[in-house]
């Protein structure tokens, strides 16, 4: 068979052989957006243009682009060991990223599974709940529960437990059983250009207990939502709504696990989340910022309880049949502990939470503009939701984000919501132009 005609539309690149990830692929090789080079909070295109990175990458370089520490710390760690197994051997550099890990994590998580990515920690963190309530005596407990328009990833398990319709319907005779959902918090009714969480919808919590009575709390392992549901178009948790799920989950048994790979490290204002709005779940999953995404790596924070009970096992045993080949991998460990020492060291957790209102301001100014139904906001996050235009939806919200890109801001765009998560070193300028480009995107696209 004659392989692909090579496409070098783009500075005489050969664009055929790569199958792009969540892209339209022939869409996106007729005119590509190619990214070069990073510094501070700008990309640089192939074509020498300057990119101001309003999204963080993808929700991951929250320091911000080429700093120095983290690639001289990759560089000298690849240099003295560049990869050492994890099963039944270890080195020094995982231990002590666990160690500062767990100071930062909420009180009483303070035990850490090294992954590779978010969607490797969920798997992880759904495998962990089910040979927990197997190692307490519970083995009937094997049901999940997820919600509507919930991420986790791209694993079976994180898409069985995900919520967004076109990560699924492909794949949904291989699903995991077991599996229900919790409907979605998003209410533009009740709520659309609220600031922070939301007033209303506390009372979607109570679906919970629905879910409880039809199956058995006995028989369910784990609840898992996102704090604040970012694939899906920065989906914010009413008032009160976290802290109800927490309630009916400790009263039935239940576990409770937080996926937490876009909203740790800062970008909410704390290091989690979960600490931002005081609510302790029982695993939390995250990746992305923990390193800057400088190297691939996520980690799973554990409850004492969960973890020292699978640690009851006999002696020499094995006591959890999981991992991976590049757990804990040293070079990215490096990364992570650099990454750690910057976040610290510049204070970029308080940075973001100082910078919040100004933020707030400035994207609720893009309020009456053509189409615009609703913003949301919290931390450095914030959504802007279009009404869907009639060429189709998602059409317009690419309009803007292809718009922005060829003038100089980088957006993300899912569906028709535009998504602002800039590095926590952005200042108030960045902060300025980005809202100043999106708005020219939403004139000129209409």
């Not at 957006?33 to 990458?57: P, Q």
Request: glycine share 10%; net charge negative.
């Amino acid at each position: 068979m004659e392989k692909n005609q090579p496409n070098t539309a783009n500075h005489g690149l050969n664009m055929s052989h790569y199958w792009m990830p969540f892209t339209a692929n022939k869409q996106f090789k007729t005119s590509p957006r190619m990214l070069v080079s990073a510094e501070g909070m700008h990309y640089t295109d192939i074509d020498g243009n300057s990119v101001l990175d309003a999204t963080a990458g993808l929700w991951c370089c929250n320091a911000g682009h080429g700093r120095s520490e983290i690639s001289e710390a990759v560089s000298k760690q690849i240099h003295d060991m560049d990869y050492a197994p994890s099963f039944q051997l270890g080195h020094p550099l995982a231990f002590e990223l666990a160690d500062k890990l767990c100071q930062l994590s909420p009180a009483g998580l303070d035990h850490v599974f090294f992954t590779n990515s978010g969607s490797e920690s969920v798997d992880t963190a759904l495998k962990m709940a089910l040979a927990y309530h197997r190692a307490n005596g519970q083995s009937t407990r094997t049901r999940f529960i997820g919600r509507e328009l919930g991420y986790h990833g791209v694993g079976f398990g994180g898409i069985s437990v995900g919520g967004i319709g076109n990560n699924r319907k492909t794949f949904s005779q291989q699903l995991l059983q077991g599996i229900d959902h919790l409907p979605h918090t998003l209410d533009i009714t009740n709520n659309a250009f609220s600031r922070d969480l939301p007033p209303h919808g506390i009372e979607k919590a109570e679906i919970l207990e629905q879910l409880i009575t039809l199956h058995g709390a006995e028989n369910i392992a784990a609840v898992i939502v996102e704090p604040m549901s970012g694939s899906a178009g920065v989906i914010l948790p009413p008032a009160g709504y976290l802290a109800r799920l927490r309630e009916i989950t400790q009263k039935h048994g239940i576990l409770l696990i937080f996926d937490e790979v876009i909203t740790a490290f800062g970008r909410v204002g704390e290091a989690f989340a979960s600490q931002r709005w005081n609510v302790t779940p029982d695993i939390i999953t995250a990746a992305k910022a923990i390193n800057n995404g400088a190297i691939p790596m996520g980690a799973v924070f554990v409850s004492n309880t969960i973890h020292d009970t699978c640690m009851d096992a006999p002696e020499g045993m094995i006591e959890f049949f999981h991992g991976y080949t590049y757990s804990g991998h040293p070079v990215a460990a490096a990364s992570a502990l650099a990454t750690l020492a910057i976040y610290e060291n510049e204070q970029l957790f308080a940075r973001a939470k100082s910078l919040e209102s100004y933020f707030e301001q400035a994207v609720h100014s893009l309020k009456g503009l053509p189409n615009v139904i609703d913003i949301r906001n919290t931390g450095l996050v914030g959504g802007i939701q279009f009404s869907p235009s009639d060429k189709g939806v998602g059409k317009r919200g690419y309009g803007i984000f292809d718009h922005c890109f060829r003038h100089g801001t980088l957006v993300r765009a899912t569906g028709d919501i535009i998504a602002l998560s800039p590095p926590l070193i952005v200042e108030k300028s960045h902060i300025d132009q980005m809202v100043n480009s999106l708005a020219d995107a939403i004139v000129a696209v209409g």
